[in-house]
């Protein structure tokens, strides 16, 4: 199957980590997210060691937050040693709830108002990356107000393509994101930044894209990041120890799709930054990366109960699931692909082709078009694979659905960790 967590039980059932997932529908009811808590801790372990491993004791991985949210994501994060990265003041107070540690926390985002920056600080964020120089005196200034000195890193865009979808390509110098180093405009931040006496630079961040599977891709970003830290230490005398990579490892979400093997990778780009370091006549810095997708998609299911089945003859096919765009709006938004299993029958012959959408008023409702099943019926159970990133943390209450709840799954049993909405839910402010 797509993933070594998921398997066909005795009774003929799909089963994930060793559940049987018609049970688990029937129990919680549908749409319903599963998450496989041993496959996160199993990546997040398999991050903290590769680091460890090829970058030493001062580098470390950041769970990019922002790929699936909730309370209990920042408790396992906490228990695993993983730091985070945060986006705004709702992922920093979700965090703070868990009881996370917020030094260990890298607060991100492109436009932090004023509020969020005083709230992040009230909440003593370790560090902030910093888009712009316009943020950044707001930085300063509520710095200063508040007397402290704040830990940051300055995101840069290292003019590199990573080849992905456009929507996620965030590290080429007309991105959104980030100070360009081509421009010469990153430089004279950092002229800028070194005069702030209620900053602390600590070094750089950049973040190329996501789902990347090309292969130099960290290595071409790390030359550039690392001859840029070079030349500020020669212009500046400034110790800038801290290099931050960004995320963006690809999964497998169909059987065609490569795969990234993390650890090799790591180690790849870990081997090639020493050798352009001592090259350069530099150290190493203490290397971060951020990874989101890498760390939660493959612990992601999400169940459906088939409603519809619409045939229109000559035409195609469609079968109509319990949610939609709303759980999972990636496929309207990118594209993507997905793999979609008949939970109940799995294994039965897939004999009708058909387009799998969802319940919402829209003919872009789609969760994935062209997929081969075995003929469902009204009230089966059907699975989407690999939805663990970016899907509770995108869903919405478009049509004023209610946004299905998270459950946990372990080796020997399962947890609600977020309750599904309620219709009361919908309507609790408004006024
Ligand atoms: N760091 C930064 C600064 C980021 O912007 C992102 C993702 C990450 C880390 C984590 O990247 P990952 O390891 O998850 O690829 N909604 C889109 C993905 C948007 C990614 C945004 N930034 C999707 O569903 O494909």
Request: net charge negative.
């Amino acid at each position: 199957m797509l993933s070594s967590n998921l398997s066909v039980g005795e009774n003929g059932h799909l089963y994930f980590r060793g559940h049987d997932t018609v049970a688990l529908a029937r129990e919680y009811g549908t749409p319903l997210y599963l998450l496989d808590e041993v496959r996160i801790r199993e990546n997040m372990r398999m991050y903290r060691r590769a680091f460890q491993e090829s970058f030493g004791p001062a580098a470390a991985p950041l769970y990019a937050s922002k790929a699936n949210c909730f309370k209990r994501i920042y408790e396992i994060a906490k228990e695993e040693g993983m730091g985070i990265d945060v986006v705004s003041s709702g992922e920093i107070y979700t965090a703070l709830q868990a009881g996370f540690p917020l030094e260990q926390a890298y607060f991100h985002s492109n436009n932090k108002t004023d509020w969020d920056i005083a709230f992040a600080m009230d909440h003593r964020v370790g560090h902030f990356v910093v888009d712009n120089r316009e943020e950044l005196d707001a930085i300063a200034r509520i710095a200063g107000e508040k007397g402290l000195r704040q830990k940051i890193l300055l995101r840069l865009t290292p003019g590199i393509d990573p080849h992905t979808y456009e929507a996620v390509a965030t590290g080429k110098v007309d991105s959104k994101f980030g100070t360009a180093i081509e421009t010469g405009q990153a430089r004279e931040m950092v002229r800028y930044t070194l005069s702030l006496p209620t900053i602390d630079l600590q070094g750089f961040h950049c973040h190329v894209g996501s789902q990347v599977f090309g292969e130099d891709v960290y290595e071409r970003t790390a030359d550039i990041m690392l001859t840029f830290i070079k030349d500020c230490r020669d212009e500046f005398g400034a110790a800038l120890p801290v290099l931050d990579l960004g995320g963006g490892y690809g999964v497998r979400y169909v059987e065609s799709d490569g795969f990234v093997d993390i650890p090799a990778a790591i180690a790849r780009v870990a081997a090639h930054m020493k050798a352009v370091c001592e090259r350069l006549g530099m150290e190493m810095p203490a290397v971060h990366m951020e990874p989101g997708r890498s760390i939660v998609a493959d612990a992601g299911l999400t169940l459906y109960t088939v409603g519809t089945v619409k045939k229109i003859t000559g035409y195609k096919n469609y079968v109509s699931i319990d949610g939609g765009m709303t759980d999972n709006p990636r496929y309207a938004l990118y594209g993507s692909r997905y793999t979609v299993y008949l939970a109940s029958r799995p294994e039965d012959p897939a004999t009708l082709r058909c387009d799998v959408v969802g319940r919402c008023c829209e003919s872009g409702d789609i969760i994935q078009p062209d997929v081969l099943l075995p003929e469902p019926k009204r009230g089966e159970i059907l699975a989407v694979c690999t939805t663990g990133a970016y899907n509770y943390s995108m869903a919405s209450n478009y049509n004023r659905l209610p946004r299905p709840a998270v459950v946990m799954l372990t080796e020997t049993g399962h947890y609600l960790a977020v309750r599904r909405e309620s219709l009361e839910d919908l309507v609790r402010n408004d006024v």
